[in-house]
Structures are given as C-alpha cells and as structure tokens.
C-alpha cells in the first residue's frame, strides 16, 4: 500500500509569509508526528496526535507554528509569519495502533527555504 | 529527556561487519532502546528495537548492555547501502522519540 506522503516537497516562500504544509499519513495509523531537520542536525520533534486525543504540543518551538489534524487522518502543520530560521526539512510520520506497535514511517519531508 | 551520545561520523569497508555504538546512560528501566537510520535525501526508517534482551531481524542486530546503559548496532557486512546517518533513540512509555544527531556512516568500497 501507499506510504505516507507529504506536499508540497519543496516549499519557498518569503519572510513574514505564512506557510501550510500537509501530511498524508498511512491508511489506518492513529498515531502521526511531525518533526523539523535544520540542515545538517538531527531530528527535533514537533508535534504528536494519537486518535482523538488532545495533542502533545509540547515540540512546537513557538506560537507561531500550529498543527491540525482533520478526522483521524490527514495532518496540516502551519507556520505563520515565517522567520528565515523555520527553514528546515519538515518530516511526518505515523505509526500503527497498539502497544506492540514501534515503528514510524516517514515521508519524504518537505523543504522549507524562508527568504 | 533522556539523551544518547554516538560518535559523529565511522567508516567501514565494503563486507565487513559494522558496529555503531551508543550511550545512554541516563535511560530509565521503562525506555525502549531505538535504531533508524536516514539515507540521502530520504526521511529516516526504522531499523531495530529492544528493551533488555539482545534482538535479530534481517536488516542488523542490536546488543545491549546489561546495565542497559550502552548498546550497539551491529550490521553483519556492510554495503554501500547501508551508507546512512544512524540514529540511537531512547522512547519512554510515551509520545516522543528524542532523535539525536546519529553516526553518520561511511562504506568504502
């Protein structure tokens, strides 16, 4: 079956813009994250919804950045007034069910370039 | 948080084994010891997991310590596409994996 998929994959925009970028989780997965990759850095966690319950925000680096997650499936996380340091790789991932269930699959990410 | 310490950057040559090592040494008896690794220009996939006993799957094997304070990840022969930023996480009973900055790795031919 289909991966998780993310869009855009390249994203330029300029500062003080907002930006809406959208996550496509796999069919069935209640759990899905988002993460930030500065260039070079490892991976910072951002945000984490698990069904209907109320999302661990506790990544999101500053009010500016907001993330939404619309009947159980597609995400979109939102960056508002962007600052030339939100360029990053932004990567989703979800994760099956169950207290057995360990793995993350990752999109591909999207590219966020802030002029 | 719960934070693991790999050395930045190890080489290996093409059919040898590999051995990635990692510290955590403030891990808590319920964290579960993580391994993905990130190829180019691709996000990262999961590798490998284990709580206290030593685990196999096809891709590698980890091996932890007893005191759990340190395991590594074994790749029985290298190959090139096995080159890869590789990183140990720590996930508590709960939401969050704390992705470090990993081992990125090297196969020479």
């Known amino acids: 079956g289909a991966g998780v998929s993310q869009s855009p994959s390249n994203k330029v925009t300029e500062k003080g813009k907002d930006v809406e970028l959208r996550c496509d989780p796999i069919?069935?997965?209640?759990?899905l994250y988002w993460y930030r990759q500065s260039l070079g850095q490892g991976l910072e966690f951002l945000i984490y919804f698990q069904g209907n319950s109320a999302p661990d925000k506790s990544g999101l680096p500053s009010d500016r950045f907001s993330a939404e997650r619309t009947g159980g499936s597609v995400s979109t996380l939102t960056i508002q007034r962007t600052q030339q340091e939100d360029s990053a790789v932004y990567l989703c991932?979800?994760?099956?069910?169950?207290?057995?269930?360990?793995?993350?699959?990752f999109g591909p990410g999207t590219r966020l370039t802030v002029l | 948080d719960a934070k693991t310490t790999q050395p930045n950057s190890m080489e290996s040559n093409e059919e040898e084994p590999v051995h990635l090592p990692c510290n955590h040494s403030t891990i808590s008896g319920t964290d579960y010891i993580h391994w993905y690794r990130q190829l180019p220009s691709q996000g990262p996939e999961y590798v490998i997991h284990g709580l206290t006993s030593n685990v196999n799957n096809r891709m590698a094997s980890l091996a932890i310590a007893e005191d759990r304070k340190s395991s590594t990840l074994i790749l029985h022969r290298a190959t090139l596409r096995d080159a890869a930023v590789y990183y140990c996480i720590l996930r508590p009973t709960g939401n969050q994996f704390y992705f470090g900055t990993g081992t990125s790795l090297t196969v020479i031919p």
């Open positions: 991932a979800s994760r099956s069910p169950g207290l057995g269930s360990n793995e993350q699959f």
């Open positions: 069919s069935g997965h209640t759990a």
